[in-house]
């Protein structure tokens, strides 16, 4: 007990020690977000900007995150319950989905966004997929968003390999796929 009381002493004398120490450094106590309305009240443009398109990275690695984009596009991100490098994110799975519509392979979207602008992305992200592409969800994001994600994936820089290309109906599947369709259950546990 008695050294407890110890501790809170000294530790009342080391933060008394630094309130006078920035006292004669002429430094102010406020907490450091005071400081903050300040910075960006005298940026200028160009470092506005900057603060902008760090925003949108922020924003877009937000997005991919909670919209489930590595749920497909990151080999293991689910397995590993997204314990993954960023580095390693949205390279693609060659693991095919199998279903009326042949095999598709979730795309490797750092090289994607390699070839497309900006502006190109809006269109390309909104157009229709083979399944389970979740496209709609990108159909129905705003602008800014879709953007946000283009800005996020691009400043990861191109990774990995380009995945296969989809199979048509009935074609030749040269790597392993999941079914996606629904199954009828055994016999023994219909009844
Ligand atoms: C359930 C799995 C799944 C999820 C979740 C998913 N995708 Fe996909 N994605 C695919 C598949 C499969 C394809 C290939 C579709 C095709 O062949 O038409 C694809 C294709 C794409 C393409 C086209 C890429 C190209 O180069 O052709 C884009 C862009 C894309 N996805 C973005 C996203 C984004 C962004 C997210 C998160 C919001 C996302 N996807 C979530 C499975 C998925």
Sequence with gaps: MRSFQK??????AALATTTMLAAVAGLSAAPAFAAEP???????PAT???AQAEDAVARGRYLVSITGCNDCHTQGYPQRGGQ?????WLTGSPIGFQGPWGVSYAANLRLTVQG?????????A?????????????????DADLRAVYRFIRSL???GERMPQAVAPGGVVRTPYIPFMPQDPPPVARR
């Design 7 to 12: 501790i809170i002493a000294a530790s009342a």
């Design 38 to 44: 300040l910075r960006i009240a005298t940026a200028t």
């Design 48 to 50: 506005r900007h900057a």
């Design 84 to 88: 993954m490098p960023t580095a390693e």
């Design 116 to 124: 497309l602008t900006e502006d190109q992305w809006l269109a390309f």
């Design 126 to 142: 909104r157009a229709e997929r083979r399944p389970p592409m979740p496209w709609f969800a990108l159909r129905d994001m705003s």
């Design 157 to 159: 820089g191109a990774a």
